[in-house]
């Protein structure tokens, strides 16, 4: 069974930094797609970024380029953790924060873009809020 838990949102101030921290279960075989998505209040759901397990690539939306950096532990076990580095916030990155992921060799990417799409995600946690403001 396929459990996504997110935890580390909270309040910081316009510049400051946040670790989000993903702790994922149950991919036991094969390669997987990981990424963090966000939606503001309001707004419709976006990807935020992706990590293939298959290579490593990473991909990025274009405004978090720079800023957030995805990674994921190195361990071989059913369970491992995923985080999201996220540095230089901004206001306009207020949402709630989600992990989730897929039994596939490469990240969905939204067509024109290096922005993951959640449609190609199957398996999700239940958010951490991030909220920056002075």
């Known amino acids: 069974q396929v459990q996504l838990v997110e935890s580390g949102g909270g309040l910081v101030q316009p510049g400051e930094s946040l670790r989000l921290s993903c702790q994922v279960s149950g991919f036991t075989l094969g390669y997987y797609a990981l990424g963090w998505f966000r939606q503001a209040p309001g707004k419709e759901r976006e990807g935020v970024s992706c990590?293939?397990?298959?290579?490593?690539?990473?991909?990025?939306?274009d405004s978090v380029r720079g800023r957030f950096t995805i990674s994921r532990d190195n361990a071989k076990n059913t369970v491992f953790l995923a985080y999201l580095l996220m540095n230089s916030l901004k206001p306009e990155d207020t949402a709630v924060y989600y992990c989730?992921?897929?039994?596939?060799?490469?990240?969905?990417?939204?067509?024109?873009?290096?922005?993951?799409?959640?449609?190609?995600?199957?398996?999700w946690g239940k958010g951490t809020l991030v909220t920056v403001s002075s």
């Open positions: 990590i293939s397990s298959s290579d490593g690539s990473t991909y990025y939306k």
């Open positions: 989730a992921a897929d039994f596939r060799s490469d990240c969905p990417v939204v067509a024109g873009t290096s922005a993951p799409d959640y449609h190609g995600m199957s398996y």
